[in-house]
């Protein structure tokens, strides 16, 4: 049995290019009005050029969207000189974006006044707003562009890199707000990261199965044929005995995981088998990129 393959933009066409900015426009939308409702009316400077700009409104009156445009451009013409073309095109589109949709849900009334609750769901909305632009491969400007180019040579994840960046604004907060604001901060932003690396690699439904046994033929058969899955062969050697074998590996969903390990007891009750959790699988079978 074969699944039938989902289909895939092509990453090059003009659909793909067409998506990526509506997603840039959409993350853009999700994240000012998060701003808008939950974090600055509460003095929650979570991170980023947004975090500053909450500073300022609350030290000088400044307009956020404004400050936002104006510190922008220097960060701005950073990207263009240290990304590739296309993501400092997208960059470029995000910084005035962003401050755009932040001035047209400025008018938005605050949902609570409850600072935790604020800080909670405030975090949650910026890092979907931030996770949809980076899954369309895009940037706000600001900080973002900082963490996109710290994440390229780093290897630390995107949610880790805005992190770094978005903690010195936060202890600036501390010292021109309280400490206590600088705490329900850094629970927003420790929200915002997850919340940025669950929209980036997905909800964690896959397994992957490695399994050692002495019924590798039997057992890849039925992974194949009775589970319909993939299984990948790998060559591994005893640390004790040193004896060659095969080591199998499969990949598969949450709701599988019972049946698989049903399925290899019945085939080889001494068989032995490590599951790892997956976050994202693309592929067929699962899911398009």
């Given at each position: 049995?074969s699944?039938?393959?989902?289909?895939?933009?092509p990453?090059?066409?003009?659909?793909?290019?067409g998506?990526?900015?509506l997603?840039l426009v959409?993350?853009?939308?999700?994240?000012?009005?998060?701003?808008?409702?939950?974090?600055?009316?509460?003095?929650?400077?979570?991170?980023g050029?947004?975090?500053?700009?909450?500073?300022?409104?609350?030290?000088f009156?400044?307009?956020?969207?404004?400050?936002?445009w104006?510190?922008?451009?220097?960060l701005l013409?950073?990207?263009?000189?240290?990304l590739?073309?296309?993501?400092a095109?997208?960059?470029?589109?995000?910084?005035?974006?962003?401050?755009?949709?932040?001035?047209?849900?400025?008018h938005?009334?605050?949902?609570?006044?409850?600072?935790?609750l604020a800080?909670?769901?405030?975090g949650?909305?910026?890092?979907?707003?931030?996770?949809?632009?980076f899954?369309?491969?895009?940037?706000?400007?600001?900080?973002?562009?900082?963490?996109?180019?710290?994440?390229?040579?780093?290897?630390?994840?995107l949610?880790?890199?805005?992190?770094?960046?978005?903690?010195?604004?936060?202890a600036?907060a501390?010292?021109?707000?309280?400490?206590?604001?600088?705490l329900?901060?850094?629970?927003?932003?420790?929200?915002?990261?997850?919340?940025?690396?669950?929209?980036?690699?997905g909800?964690?439904?896959?397994?992957?199965?490695?399994?050692i046994?002495?019924?590798?033929?039997?057992?890849?058969?039925?992974?194949?044929y009775?589970?319909?899955?993939?299984?990948?062969?790998?060559?591994?050697a005893?640390?004790y005995?040193?004896?060659?074998?095969k080591?199998?590996?499969?990949?598969?969903?949450?709701?599988?995981v019972?049946?698989?390990?049903?399925?290899?007891?019945?085939?080889?009750p001494?068989s032995?088998?490590?599951?790892c959790?997956?976050?994202?699988?693309?592929?067929?079978?699962?899911?398009?990129?």
């Amino acid at each position: 049995m074969s699944r039938k393959k989902r289909a895939i933009i092509p990453i090059d066409s003009p659909r793909r290019k067409g998506l990526e900015y509506l997603m840039l426009v959409i993350g853009s939308l999700v994240l000012a009005t998060s701003f808008n409702v939950f974090l600055n009316p509460n003095q929650i400077a979570s991170g980023g050029v947004s975090g500053l700009s909450t500073i300022l409104f609350n030290l000088f009156g400044w307009s956020p969207a404004i400050f936002q445009w104006a510190i922008n451009i220097p960060l701005l013409l950073l990207g263009i000189k240290m990304l590739d073309k296309q993501t400092a095109m997208k960059a470029a589109v995000g910084s005035v974006v962003l401050p755009l949709c932040v001035m047209l849900t400025s008018h938005l009334q605050p949902l609570t006044n409850n600072t935790l609750l604020a800080s909670i769901y405030g975090g949650i909305g910026v890092g979907l707003g931030i996770g949809i632009v980076f899954r369309g491969r895009g940037s706000t400007g600001g900080f973002a562009i900082a963490s996109q180019i710290l994440h390229k040579h780093s290897g630390l994840s995107l949610g880790a890199s805005v992190a770094v960046f978005d903690g010195m604004v936060i202890a600036l907060a501390g010292i021109v707000f309280d400490a206590e604001k600088a705490l329900f901060a850094l629970i927003a932003l420790f929200v915002t990261s997850k919340t940025i690396d669950i929209v980036q690699m997905g909800w964690n439904t896959t397994k992957v199965a490695y399994i050692i046994s002495n019924e590798t033929e039997t057992l890849r058969e039925t992974i194949l044929y009775d589970l319909d899955r993939g299984v990948t062969l790998l060559d591994a050697a005893g640390g004790y005995t040193g004896d060659q074998r095969k080591v199998l590996m499969a990949v598969v969903s949450q709701s599988e995981v019972s049946k698989l390990k049903m399925m290899v007891r019945s085939v080889d009750p001494d068989s032995f088998i490590i599951l790892c959790p997956a976050h994202e699988v693309i592929g067929e079978g699962f899911r398009a990129v």
